[in-house]
């Protein structure tokens, strides 16, 4: 059972920065993607970014330039760095490991952006 869990998140003010880590523990060997989702009140999850295995990255258009997911020290974790943050951008942000073909969520950690 792979086990997921996001750190980082909180409040910062408009044009802040903030890193979430994510971590799927449990996993014999490397996931093949890990992914950042986030779901905002009344709308729709959506797509941050993702990194394969491979190392390739991609991004939702609202946060391309300003949000950088890369591979973390430790096996199967990441990080999400977030700049130029908007109030648009609040939200519970989720990570998802895939491995074996199987999606694994964790609980979600809140980034809320706010003056």
């Known amino acids: 059972q792979v086990h997921v869990l996001e750190s980082g998140g909180g409040l910062v003010q408009p044009g802040g920065s903030l890193r979430l880590s994510c971590a799927a523990s449990?996993?014999?060997?490397?996931?093949?993607?890990m992914a950042w989702y986030r779901q905002a009140p009344g709308k729709q999850r959506e797509l941050v970014a993702t990194?394969?295995?491979?190392?390739?990255?991609t991004y939702g258009d609202s946060v391309k330039g300003r949000f950088t997911i890369s591979r973390g020290g430790a096996k199967n974790t990441v990080y999400l760095q977030m700049n130029n943050l908007k109030p648009e951008d609040t939200a519970v942000y989720l990570c998802?490991?895939?491995?074996?073909?199987?999606?694994?969520w964790g609980q979600g950690t809140q980034v809320t952006v706010s003056s």
């Open positions: 998802n490991a895939v491995y074996l073909i199987k999606g694994y």
């Open positions: 449990g996993a014999a060997s490397s996931v093949s993607l």
């Open positions: 990194l394969s295995s491979d190392g390739s990255t």
